[in-house]
C-alpha cells in the first residue's frame, strides 16, 4: 500500500453562513490537500463550530459549496460522510452503554466492526482502559472525552478514513494526554491524512504542516 | 490496527436496532412503565363500569385500542430524544448509510419496545372485556398490524419536536389526528367481529395504512431529523 500516493483534496469556495440572522462569515474560500493541517482559530461565537459542521455536512450553508475531490459534498452524501471522522462538543456516548459498547457502535456507524481487544488496546493508549466495562453515566468528563477520542487510534488509516474533524479535540485533557493526540495527530498527517481542527490552545505542530484560517472581523 | 471489516448496510441496521435494545434493557422502567400504563388504563373500564357485561363486550374494541394508542404515544417523545442530547444522532446522520434507514430502524426499535409488548398482553386484558377467543385473535391482529402504523406515524411527530420546549404536548397535537384512520379500522375490525360480520374490510385498510406508512414515514423524519440537528 503506497500510503503517500494519497491526494485528496477539499476546497471550499465563496462559503457563507448564517446562525440566525446573524452573518457569521461570507464569500470564505480555501482548499486543503492530503498531509496537511488546518487550524481554525477565531473568538468565541465567530463560527468555528459552525465552519466544521459544515465541512462534514451536518449544516448547510447559506451559500457556497464544499468539494470534495471536486465533487459537492452534498451529492457525494454517505460516500462522503463514510470517508469523514467528526468528533464535536458531544461526546456521543450512551450513559447507559460501556466504552467497549460506545465505541464499537461508532465504528460500525462509519462501516467497520472491530473487536474488543482492539478497543481495549485504544483505551489503554488514552489511559482509560481500567473503565473499559463500566457504564459510562460513572464516568467523569475527561473519561467520556477519552474514550470519544479513542476512535482517533482506532480510524487512523488515511487510505480508508482520509479526513478528520475535531471540534476542540484538547479541552478536557491533562498536558500528558494533548501531547499524546498532537503527536498522534502528527503521525496520521504524516502519513497522508487530513486534519480540521479547532483550538483555544496554539497547538506545537511543524510549520510546513500546519495551515492556519482565522474566523471573524472579516 | 488495520484488520477491520467492513461492514453491510444491513449488518448496521442490525446493530442499531440492538444498540436500542440494550439500552432499553438497561433502563427497563422507561418501557415497563408504559407497558403498565396500557394495562392499567384499559382495567379502569372493567373496574368503573361494573357488572353490565353485555356493554363491556360492545366497548371493548374501542377502549382497548384508544388506550393502545395513548401509551405508545406516551414513548414517542424518548425515541430521537437520547440520541439528540448525547450528540449520536449528528453521529447517525453522517454515519455512511443512509439517514432514511437510521430512522426507518429507530422506529422499529420503538415498535419492538412499546408496540409489540402491547399485541402480546392485549388478548389476556381482553379477557377482562368478556371477549371471546375469536375476538381476541382479532384484537391481537389488528393490533399486531396497527401499532408498527403507530410507531412509523408517531416517528415523524418526534422528529419535528425534537429539541423543542413542551415537546411532548405538540407530538399529541401533531400526532393524534393522523392516528385516526388506524384507531377507526382497527377498532372497526374488531367491532365487526363482535358483531359477527366479516372483519377481512377492516384488515385491509389496516395493512394498507401500514404499508403506506412504511415508505413515508421513515423519509418524512429522515428530513426533520437533518432539519433538527443544523
Known amino acids: 500500500m503506497a500510503s503517500t500516493a494519497l491526494n485528496n483534496s477539499l476546497h471550499v469556495s465563496n462559503l457563507a453562513c448564517i446562525r440566525g440572522e446573524r452573518v457569521l462569515f461570507k464569500k470564505f474560500s480555501f482548499t486543503l490537500y492530503s498531509g496537511k493541517l488546518l487550524y481554525v482559530q477565531g473568538e468565541n461565537g465567530s463560527g468555528k463550530t459552525t465552519l466544521l459542521r459544515t465541512l462534514c455536512g451536518l449544516s448547510m450553508p447559506a451559500a457556497g459549496e464544499v468539494l470534495w475531490n471536486q465533487q459537492n459534498i452534498k451529492a457525494l452524501a454517505e460516500d462522503y460522510f463514510g470517508q469523514v471522522l467528526y468528533i464535536g462538543h458531544l461526546a456521543s456516548i450512551k450513559d447507559d452503554l460501556s466504552a467497549v459498547e460506545n465505541i464499537q457502535f461508532s465504528l460500525s456507524l462509519s462501516g467497520y466492526i472491530v473487536d474488543r481487544l482492539q478497543v481495549i488496546e485504544a483505551l489503554d493508549i488514552l489511559g482509560v482502559a481500567r473503565c473499559a466495562d463500566f457504564p459510562s453515566r460513572v464516568l467523569s468528563q475527561g473519561q467520556k472525552r477519552r474514550i470519544a477520542l479513542a476512535q482517533l487510534w482506532l480510524q487512523d488509516n488515511p487510505e480508508r478514513i482520509p479526513l478528520w474533524i475535531l471540534d476542540e479535540p484538547f479541552t478536557a485533557l491533562d498536558t500528558n494526554m494533548i501531547k499524546k493526540l498532537e503527536q498522534h495527530i502528527d503521525k496520521y498527517v504524516k502519513r497522508g491524512g487530513m486534519v480540521i481542527f479547532t483550538s483555544h490552545q496554539t497547538p506545537s505542530f511543524e510549520d510546513g504542516l500546519m495551515q492556519d484560517l482565522l474566523l471573524g472581523n472579516a | ?230
Open chain 2, 1 to 230: 490496527m488495520n484488520n477491520r471489516q467492513k461492514i453491510s448496510a444491513l449488518s448496521m441496521m442490525f446493530r442499531i436496532l440492538k444498540r436500542d435494545i440494550t439500552v432499553a434493557w438497561r433502563r427497563r422502567s422507561d418501557v415497563m412503565s408504559v407497558f403498565f400504563f396500557f394495562i392499567i388504563a384499559a382495567s379502569l373500564f372493567p373496574l368503573g363500569l361494573g357488572v353490565d357485561l353485555k356493554l363491556l363486550h360492545s366497548i371493548a374494541p374501542s377502549v382497548l385500542w384508544v388506550a393502545a394508542l395513548l401509551s405508545c404515544m406516551l414513548s414517542l417523545p424518548r425515541m430521537f430524544e437520547t440520541d439528540h442530547v448525547d450528540g449520536t444522532l449528528e453521529q447517525l446522520i453522517i454515519s455512511n448509510q443512509p439517514i432514511l434507514l437510521v430512522a426507518m430502524m429507530k422506529m422499529l426499535a420503538h415498535w419492538v419496545l412499546s408496540g409489540l409488548p402491547l399485541v402480546l398482553i392485549a388478548p389476556l386484558i381482553g379477557l377482562q372485556f368478556n371477549l371471546n377467543m375469536e375476538e381476541l385473535q382479532m384484537l391481537a391482529l389488528s393490533l399486531l398490524l396497527g401499532t408498527p402504523t403507530l410507531s412509523l406515524i408517531g416517528g415523524i411527530g418526534a422528529a419535528l419536536t425534537l429539541g423543542l420546549r413542551g415537546g411532548g404536548v405538540l407530538i399529541a397535537l401533531l400526532v393524534l389526528p393522523l392516528y385516526i384512520p388506524v384507531l377507526v379500522f382497527g377498532s372497526g375490525a374488531v367491532n365487526a367481529v363482535t358483531m359477527g360480520m366479516s372483519a377481512s374490510g377492516g384488515v385491509a385498510l389496516l395493512g394498507a395504512v401500514l404499508a403506506l406508512a412504511l415508505i413515508f414515514a421513515p423519509l418524512t423524519a429522515s428530513y426533520a431529523l437533518k432539519i433538527s440537528v443544523e
